[in-house]
């Protein structure tokens, strides 16, 4: 369930913010980890959530707060090049609802 989407642009970046609502935290590691292997040939940083360097941008996926019902994270995309832009948002919210789906199944 989407929570926020955000797009503007600030020269000379587009930027798509949205927060999702997941269910747990082992949601958001598998998450984590699919997206972080759809974009394995770019740069990385794990620190704090995923962080991709790709050119002419970048993304992130951070988790903002965990309650015992859901957590809510941030998908950032900042690229100069709208039309990447909107792939790879568009790629990185395709992989989460696939993880969401597979999951629910599980349950």
Request: aromatic share 12%; glycine share 4%; no cysteine.
């Amino acid at each position: 369930m989407t929570k926020e989407l955000n797009i503007s642009f600030k020269s000379p970046y587009h930027n798509w913010t949205q927060r999702e609502s997941i269910v747990n935290k082992q949601l958001y590691n598998k998450f984590l980890n699919w997206t972080s292997g759809e974009f394995d040939l770019y740069l990385q940083e794990e620190l704090n959530g995923l962080e991709v360097f790709f050119p002419k941008g970048e993304f992130s996926i951070k988790a903002l707060e965990e309650s015992k019902k859901n957590m809510l994270i941030e998908i950032n995309v900042k690229s100069k090049d709208l039309t990447l832009m909107n792939t790879i948002g568009n790629q990185i919210i395709s992989i989460y609802h696939q993880i969401e789906s597979i999951y629910s199944k599980s349950i």
